[in-house]
């Protein structure tokens, strides 16, 4: 039963890693919440859907052009909705990011309905068995795929000149301008980045549930946003670790308590870790030298 919750918990837990990373490189970077990351999420999924489902593609392919249109999105809703706005007060691009969260799922609704749709696919439903814990095609695919994205990022940010570009950019736009970066192109990074990861988190939701719907990046992204703030937002290995606690202490919490306070338990702990550490598990207080 334990093992089964755990490894359950970490199939949720890599998915909300994956949506949380989105978050927290945008606020490395701009100190902005992108509020409008959990739509982007909704709007792969449904790319998923559309190219599986409307041109016949194979899952596959679904993942790669959706990754790429949502990263698409993302550069777009930088260049129109942040940039403009990247010297006017914080709350501003807040505002900006709850118009662009509403503009998403009116133009879901536009183009999709409102009703919840399947996943055209077949893939998911075979299960394997391996002493008392039970997996499915699925959870495999979430915790293989996540892994590699996962590795694939911090080895693109820790190993290439783009990946040190970008962490410079994150200590001080300023000093990153001054030593000849081009800011506006890392900024522009890791909104596509961001993207393409909760274009595929979309899709194995997507199939995990067999459930396509508008407002689906609400909670999810809500439940990403906790997950990096309990790992330090800001912090790309605080992203994995906050995204895979969460999703185990909500499984836990669902299984061993009630399933109505999954997410008033993981809650609960993301306020105790942020009285004891208002910075999150693995992030960096602020220092202001005077």
């Known amino acids: ?16 890693a994956l949506i949380a990373l989105g978050y927290t490189m ?23 859907l559309f190219f599986m489902k409307e041109l016949d593609l194979p899952l596959y392919l679904a993942f790669l052009l959706s990754a790429v249109v949502t990263s698409g999105i993302g550069i777009l809703i930088e260049r129109l909705a942040y940039r403009p706005l990247r010297m006017a007060d914080r709350i501003v691009p807040l505002i900006s990011a709850l118009g662009v969260s509403t503009f998403l799922i009116s133009l879901a609704q536009k183009l999709w309905g409102t009703e919840m749709r399947p996943f055209p696919t077949a893939f998911g439903s075979r299960t ?27 080895l693109f ?28 192109r890392m900024i522009s990074l890791a909104f596509g980045i961001g993207s393409a990861l909760a274009a595929c988190a979309g899709i194995m939701v997507g199939i995990y549930y067999n459930a396509v719907y508008p407002t689906m990046g609400y909670m999810a992204g809500i439940n990403a946003f906790t997950a990096a703030v309990l790992g330090g937002i800001g912090s790309i290995p605080g992203a994995m670790l906050g995204g895979v606690l969460l999703g185990l202490v909500e499984t836990l919490g669902g299984a061993y308590i009630s399933t109505q306070y999954k997410s008033v338990i993981s809650f609960a702990i993301l306020i105790i870790v942020l009285l004891i550490r208002p910075s999150g598990i693995l992030g960096k207080k602020d220092i202001n030298k005077v």
């Open 157 to 184: 940010v820790t190993k290439t000149k783009t990946g040190t570009a970008m962490r410079a950019t994150s200590m001080s736009l300023t000093n990153a301008a001054l030593m000849g970066i081009n800011t506006n």
């Open 26 to 48: 945008v606020y490395g970077i701009l100190k902005i919440v992108n509020f409008a990351h959990g739509d982007i999420f909704m709007m792969g999924s449904f790319l998923g």
């Open 128 to 154: 394997y068995t391996l002493g008392s814990i039970t997996f499915s095609e699925i959870q495999i695919l979430i915790l293989i795929l996540s892994f590699i994205l996962m590795l694939g990022l911090h």
């Open 1 to 16: 039963m334990l093992l089964q919750q755990l490894t359950n918990g970490l199939t949720i837990g890599m998915i909300y």
